[in-house]
């Protein structure tokens, strides 16, 4: 039974078009992300919901919107595809452990397999 | 800002060989560390852990990995490398309610 997965695996569209990629977790965490993963591997958070309400929203084109519906699911939508967001996004979950003397504390992460997206 | 250096980019080990990979952090508080692997077409999997208590920690696949204050360092070690070991590595902290990810190391293992 997968922790964390996303669909679709693979998603080849042209530029211009909209697309979404939807995730779910069953392992009951609070909160969710999406994180973008570049050609050289590098990892960038993108977005995070806490029991559907975002606490992160780095610099990303307002092209992209993510949904939480429920605290067990979070969606990425992109409208207006570009070449640029060809990637692999990352849907992952992880438990909060609270506040502590240095702010939030993180919990591991729980990754799903990634939506490997590309713009032609 | 807080962050995580990854120096290394590319290491090429023989099988059987011992492993470091080096992360270094920069945080002005305890930090919460990671690290994380990931297989060719995979997601990240998580290998160990650093949250407090006992700077030496062990993780899964008989890696280990030793915080160090002193030199803001998170190494990942390994005794003997398998050839199902050749993935990429990424160290992460915990910041502001999420990771931060290290640009991540490459390793191949020769047979």
């Known amino acids: 039974d997968t922790a964390v997965s996303q669909t679709p695996k693979y998603l080849v569209t042209q530029m211009g078009n909209d697309k979404s990629i939807k995730c779910e977790q069953n392992?009951?965490?609070?909160?969710m992300y999406w994180y973008k993963q570049d050609s050289k591997k590098f990892l960038k958070i993108m977005f995070s919901?806490?029991?559907?309400?975002?606490?992160i929203n780095e610099t990303v084109p307002n092209r992209f919107s993510p949904k939480s519906p429920d605290k067990a699911h979070l969606n990425l939508h992109i409208n207006s595809l570009e070449l640029g967001d060809s990637a692999v996004y990352f849907c992952?979950?992880?438990?909060?452990?609270?506040?502590?003397?240095?702010?939030?504390?993180?919990?591991?992460?729980?990754f799903g397999e990634g939506s490997r997206l590309t713009v032609l | 800002a807080q962050s995580v250096t990854q120096p290394d980019i590319h290491i090429t080990v023989s099988e059987g060989a011992s492993l470091e990979l080096r992360c270094n952090y920069s945080?002005?508080?305890?930090?919460?560390l990671f690290w994380y692997v990931q297989s060719p077409g995979q997601g990240l999997q998580l290998l160990l852990k650093?949250?407090?208590?006992?700077?030496l920690v062990q993780g899964i696949k008989g890696f280990e990995a030793e915080f160090k204050r002193s030199q803001s360092s998170f190494n990942l070690r390994k005794p003997s490398v398998h050839w199902s070991d050749a993935a990429e590595y990424f160290c992460?902290?915990?910041?502001?309610?999420?990771?931060?990810f290290g640009s991540g190391t490459r390793l191949q293992v020769q047979p």
């Open positions: 992952a979950s992880s438990q909060d452990m609270g506040f502590g003397l240095a702010g939030w504390n993180t919990g591991e992460l729980f």
């Open positions: 392992l009951g965490h609070d909160t």
């Open positions: 919901y806490n029991n559907k309400e975002l606490i």
């Open positions: 945080y002005g508080a305890t930090p919460y």
């Open positions: 650093y949250f407090s208590g006992d700077t």
């Open positions: 992460a902290v915990a910041v502001r309610r999420a990771l931060t």
